[in-house]
């Protein structure tokens, strides 16, 4: 199924094989990203 | 610090950063992320004005739909969330940044926000992914940068899945927005 670049998402549950193809480049990607928070409500 | 770091610090408490309301409305509907004539940013951008209207349609419940503001004009805006409840990762749905201002990191910026907030929110899990189109050289050059993966998608050779999971050090401050718009 072609995606759509009009709708957001990949939809992973009916796309077993993007499903598939995500957890591989989860299990052999990692990215440190450096911060620390502090809370705040929005406006 | 390295001066990249320092630049990243800077702009980090640059920026304002809020979610959206439906007081943003008009602002976001005026907002221009993307270049004359590419097609990539111009559906990134037309994801930005549908959420203003349709967030609920961006996955399972309602996703963080941040805005990012440099004294009080629109810069940048990144809505992220879960598709699905059982999802591996948070999806980066779209994100924007203003044609003004390109170049300088903002992006990054946000979608280091977007990761950050992935491994502190507890309903999250640890991993960032996004589909985006293989002729969309900014974010996927913004992709690379980070380190995040990507593979084709393979169901459509025009796009690519990308994924990283994400690990949190101690490092510059990040705002967190805490405030989620109430479901309808």
Sequence with gaps: MAKDPKKPGLDLDSSPARLAALKRLLGTTVVKVEASFTDRVSK | MSGASEKAVALLRQLDLSIYTSADRDEVL??????????????????????????????????????????????GAIIFGLEHPDDPAIQIFTLGVAVTRHREGIGTMLKKIAMALAVSDEAFPNAVASTVHRANY??????????????????????????????????PEIVRVTDRPPED
Excluded at chain 2, 39 to 56: F, M, S, V
Excluded at chain 2, 152 to 163: K, R, W
């Design chain 2, 30 to 75: 005026a907002f221009k992320c993307a270049p004359i004539g590419h097609r990539p940013a111009e559906a990134a951008q037309d994801l930005i004005y549908k959420a203003t209207d349709r967030l609920g349609d961006f996955g399972s419940g309602y996703p963080y739909f941040v805005l990012a503001r440099d004294n009080g004009v629109l810069v």
């Design chain 2, 138 to 171: 900014r974010m996927n050059g913004l992709n690379d940068n980070l380190g995040i993966g990507r593979n084709q998608d393979p169901l459509d050779g025009e796009f690519y899945i990308t994924g990283a999971t994400v690990e949190l050090v101690n490092g």
